[in-house]
């Protein structure tokens, strides 16, 4: 049985875990969320506007940065994420990430013996342009297949 390692800013949806268990029927999910995305101010204002989210990205422009962000935290994320694959009866675990998610994932694919990476985001209008998503950087990094999900969406990133 192959283990898939899931990268997520965001707990995932019944949907990606259906797209997933369609995708890998049979296969073990290690889910990784990032403790601290490092999201620029004005990368999240421009990807609030693209989605038409005007409150968001008054909010991305107006946040404190001494507060913590609104939203669900990491540990919460990465819980979240994993009842929804022990729902759906899939075979699962996870943690989250210290640092930069990317520059942990040579290591997560050795220790667990992954054989593909499915990176599960918002669409981020900037990152995705120019090619600096965490998808098109792993693709960089890894010699193996990595797949980009948008969260709740029937598109590929």
Partial sequence: MATI???TEEPLLA???QQLQQLHPGETFHVLVPRDPARSVVASFIDHLSLGELREAWEALTHDPDQPPSGT???ETLRLSLDRLASAGLE???H???GDPVAALPQAVHNLG???LVVVTRPHAV???FHTDWASRARQELGLPVLHLYAG???LG
Wanted: aromatic share 0%; net charge negative; proline share 4%.
């Fill in 153 to 155: 969406m029937n598109r």
């Fill in 127 to 129: 990152e995705d342009t």
């Fill in 73 to 75: 935290s990491a540990q």
């Fill in 92 to 94: 699962h675990d996870g």
């Fill in 5 to 7: 390692l899931v990268l």
């Fill in 15 to 17: 949907g990606d875990v």
């Fill in 96 to 98: 989250v990430l210290p």
């Fill in 114 to 116: 992954a054989t593909e």
